[in-house]
Each structure stands twice: as C-alpha cells, then as structure tokens.
C-alpha cells in the first residue's frame, strides 16, 4: 500500500522559513514527485515537482526563489523549503507521486493527505 506522508507544517512569521517533508512507502519504482497547495476558499494549486533522479524541478512563478524542492531517494523523502513566508502562503500542502514531474496534478497517481501551514503577518 502506498502512502505519502508530509509533516514539517505549522504556524509561522511571516519571514520566516519552514521546511515541509513528504515521507514515501510502498512504491516499487521511483516517482517524480510535486508539492500541491490548496488555500481556504480556493481551488489546489501547483507549487513544485521533481524529477525521478533529482535532476529537474519545476516551479509555480508564485514561488520561485522563495520554494525549494529537494529529494533524498535513498530516504524516500521529499523536501519542500520554503523561505521569506508571506500570509499568501497560508494553505494545506500536499505532496503527490507520478509519472512526470508536471504541474498538471491528473499526472499524479498518489496523494498525501497534506500538512497545514498558516502563517501570521
């Protein structure tokens, strides 16, 4: 059985940094992975996706230079370092396993239930 667990969320300052994981088990092969949000009263969006090796990631424009993916294969994890946190930043965030490391979330086949974040100005 497949399951994908994110925790690192929390309640934080704005300008601040959290660091949010997603934890795999279960899959036989290596997946992209892709970090999904979705804020009160608004539909889930794309944030962040990684490649299988690691090699390429992708990023909302929202977030560039302030969003970081990583992966630590051996580990199963996925990070998602996020910096100089605004109150925009505010939404529960998912991780996801798929095929590709794409911002259209019907590419991925497996969803974590997601950790909130909430930040304070």
């Known amino acids: 059985q497949v399951q994908l667990v994110e925790s690192g969320g929390g309640l934080a300052q704005a300008g601040g940094s959290l660091r949010l994981s997603c934890a795999a088990s279960g899959l036989t092969s290596t997946y992209a992975m892709g970090w999904f949000r979705q804020a009160p009263g608004k539909e889930r969006e794309f944030v962040a996706a990684?490649?299988?090796?690691?090699?390429?990631?992708n990023y909302a424009n929202s977030v560039k230079r302030r969003f970081f993916i990583s992966r630590a294969n051996a580990e199963n994890t996925v990070y998602l370092q996020i910096n100089n946190l605004t109150p925009e930043d505010t939404a529960v965030y998912y991780c996801a396993a798929g095929a590709r490391a794409t911002l259209m979330s019907q590419w991925y086949d497996y969803w974590g239930q997601g950790t909130q974040v909430t930040v304070s100005s």
């Open positions: 990684i490649s299988r090796d690691g090699g390429s990631m």
